[in-house]
T-cell receptor, first 118, second 114 residues
Framework: DTGVSQNPRHKITKRGQNVTFRCDPI?????LYWYRQTLGQGPEFLTY????????KSRLLSDRFSAERPKGSFSTLEIQRTEQGDSAMYLC????????????????FGEGSRLTVL | AQSVTQPDIHITVSEGASLELRCNYS??????LFWYVQSPGQGLQLLLK??????LVQGIKGFEAEFKRSQSSFNLRKPSVHWSDAAEYFC????????????FGKGTMLLVSP
């Protein structure tokens, strides 16, 4: 049973550059989430997909951020014109559709992609 | 909007001693409540959740948590801590309508001393 996979695990970039992170969820999960975690904070919700549809976006997701899940499988999170404040761990999680409300909130997280903006 | 407070940033417990990690939430109705654990270099893992029914919920690795509506709390407990329990613990709340998104607390780092 493979878990949620995120790549790259670490990315160092200069301010103003674009970066893209990829997330491969657990294969049978149709829900996919992106969270951001900074030092000393808990994960903060960014966006959520059900299959290929992006159903919810946080106000944290500025215009420089875009997320896609084109075929309802893997997802990408792109940050354009990076700023030092974007330095964080970007977490991807997936969850199954089955189980209804009783399975709600049971997220399976990847190990994260750490972004450092110089 | 919902919120979660974990008042303890760090807690140190001797191996074999009991543990209680505090969590208070703010939400207008009955929430979903969760505890997740994050070990170094690993993704967050669900320990347990409260959905409805019995207010004392059992989780993995010998953890339990009790939902107290009157205190807006969902404290995590373990009767005997093992060195492998050293990790960061996050309490989270989910709204029943928009249950797809969770609001996490800032976490409590658990240190286990020999």
């Amino acid at each position: 049973d493979t878990g949620v996979s995120q790549n790259p695990r670490h990315k160092i970039t200069k301010r103003g550059q674009n970066v893209t992170f990829r997330c491969d969820p657990i294969s049978e999960h149709n829900r996919l989430y992106w969270y951001r975690q900074t030092l000393g904070q808990g994960p903060e919700f960014l966006t959520y997909f059900q299959n290929e549809a992006q159903l919810e976006k946080s106000r944290l997701l500025s215009d420089r951020f875009s997320a896609e899940r084109p075929k309802g499988s893997f997802s990408t999170l792109e940050i354009q014109r990076t700023e030092q404040g974007d330095s964080a761990m970007y977490l991807c999680a997936s969850s199954p559709n089955s189980g209804g409300l009783r399975r709600a909130g049971e997220l399976f997280f990847g190990e994260g992609s750490r972004l450092t903006v110089l | 909007a919902q919120s979660v407070t974990q008042p303890d940033i760090h807690i140190t417990v001797s191996e074999g001693a009991s543990l209680e990690l505090r969590c208070n939430y703010s939400y207008g109705a009955t929430p979903y409540l969760f505890w997740y654990v994050q070990s170094p270099g690993q993704g967050l893992q669900l320990l347990l959740k409260y959905f409805s029914g019995d207010t004392l919920v059992q989780g993995i690795k010998g953890f339990e948590a009790e939902f107290k509506r009157s205190q807006s709390s969902f404290n995590l407990r373990k009767p005997s801590v093992h060195w492998s329990d050293a990790a960061e613990y996050f309490c989270a709340v989910g709204a029943r309508e928009g249950y797809s998104t969770l609001t996490f607390g800032k976490g409590t780092m658990l240190l286990v001393s020999p």
